[in-house]
Every structure is written in C-alpha cells, then in structure tokens.
C-alpha cells in the first residue's frame, strides 16, 4: 500500500484524476469502476475537463457500477447511478452499451450480481477501482463484517449508511440494502484507490490503516494490497501517526 497526502481537496482530486487518466491512456478500452458521492465529485470534475481538452479519450472505456442503494430507481437523483451519469458519463458523452449498473429494481438480485460478475469475468477484470470510505469504514456497500472473498453481493446496510445516505436524496427514504461489487474485487483490480477528505474520516482511516486488518473494518483490505493507493487531504490523514512525527 502506498499513502499519499495532499494539502487539500483539490489537490486530491487532481492526483486521483490524473491516475485514472494514465490507465485509459496507456489502455483506451479500459475497465473502469467508480464510486459515487462528495469525494469523487471533484475527481470526475477534473476527468471531464481533461476530455474536453482532449486527452484522455473515454469514448471506449468501459464503465462497471461500484454499487446501488436496492429498490431505487436509476434516474432518482439520489441513486448512484445518476450521480455518476449526471457527473461523467453525461459530460463525457459516454454511450449506454459502454455502462454496466447493477439493476437494484431486478426481480432476482442474485441473478443481477451473477450478471455484473458475467461482465466483468468477460472483459478480463477490472482495470482500476477507485472507491472511498464510510463512517464506519465502509467501501462500497460492503459493511463491516462482510468477508473480503465475496464478488458481487447483495448486503443489508448498517444503520450509519442509512443515516448517512439520507443526504443524497432530497426527502426521507426508506433504504435498507444494497447491491455491491465485493472486496474481492478491490483485491484483484490491476489498479485499486481509495480516495477519502475532511476531518470527520480522519478517526476511521486511522483505525483503517494503522490497526491490524480486519474484516471487521472494510478499508483495512488496503493494508493487504501491496500495490495499493490511498490518497487522503491533510484533513482526512489528520489522526494518522505518520503526520504526527
């Protein structure tokens, strides 16, 4: 695992773009899997000026769904889905055959995860994961306590992702499980980040990387990744021992 820390946000985003960007330069169709949410916004801000300067190309890239919130439509505005279409694929021009979402409405969820496994099994694994980290040191949707060996999956939340993931939707809404890539695809992705800002995380990553690695913590998985990165402002890596020499 290799940890990087930057003055600030935008700092952060910057690198996290830039990483992204040498994948798809070096391999055009690449297989890409991003998170939604505050953290990477900036991210995808960075990637959609890149493109509309013209390099990188994402026109053949292929775009794998990091998770869904089960039950919620693809084009309510707090779904994931729509916060990375509205984000990057609708600024980028990315076509529909090129994004492979987890239907979190399918009448079989299982069948849904084994399709999102077809997918990616078909395309040679993915090419770069970037995800980031809950309050309880979630990644994706996989909550403390899932098992590191599981591909996709569908998971009933904890109770701070609850709470938590109230502020994407603009009234109360009922949001019980989820439907996930697993840590097992963190662990296999040629390129694995994690990318995480402000103080409030500042507690949960020091636990994350700096206690022995548990399942019991998701994001410790980062610890076990030799080629790992993780990319934190002053603010997140604010508790971390190496900033406090």
Not at 217 to 233: C, E, K, M, Y
Request: include cysteine.
């Amino acid at each position: 695992m290799t940890l990087q820390i930057f003055p600030a946000y935008e700092a952060l985003s910057q690198a996290a773009a830039a990483a992204i960007a040498a994948v798809v330069r070096q391999k055009p169709e690449a297989v890409l899997c991003l998170a939604s949410g505050h953290t990477p916004e900036g991210t995808f801000r960075h990637l959609v000026k890149m493109a509309a300067d013209g390099d990188p190309d994402f026109s053949r890239c292929i775009f794998i769904g990091l998770d869904e919130w089960v039950g919620i439509a693809p084009y309510n505005p707090g779904s994931c889905y729509f916060f990375v279409h509205e984000n990057l694929f609708k600024p980028l021009g990315i076509q529909p055959e090129r994004i492979h979402f987890f239907n979190s409405l399918a009448p079989d969820l299982l069948a849904e995860c084994q399709r999102i496994d077809d997918v990616v099994a078909r395309l040679g694994g993915l090419d770069l994961i970037l995800v980031g980290v809950g309050l309880n040191g979630h990644i994706a949707m996989n909550e403390p306590g899932t098992p590191w060996n599981l591909y996709s999956h569908v998971i009933a939340l904890h109770e701070t992702t609850i709470t938590v993931g109230q502020k994407y939707f603009e009234q109360q809404t009922p949001l019980n499980k989820g439907i996930t890539v697993g840590l097992r695809y963190v662990q296999e992705a040629k390129q694995a980040i994690l990318i995480a800002s402000g103080r409030k995380k500042a507690d949960i990553l020091r636990q994350a990387l700096e206690e022995p690695p548990t399942e019991q913590l998701p994001a410790s998985i980062f610890q076990q990744i030799p080629d790992g990165r993780v990319l934190l402002d002053e603010d997140a890596a604010a508790e971390l021992a190496a900033l406090n020499l």
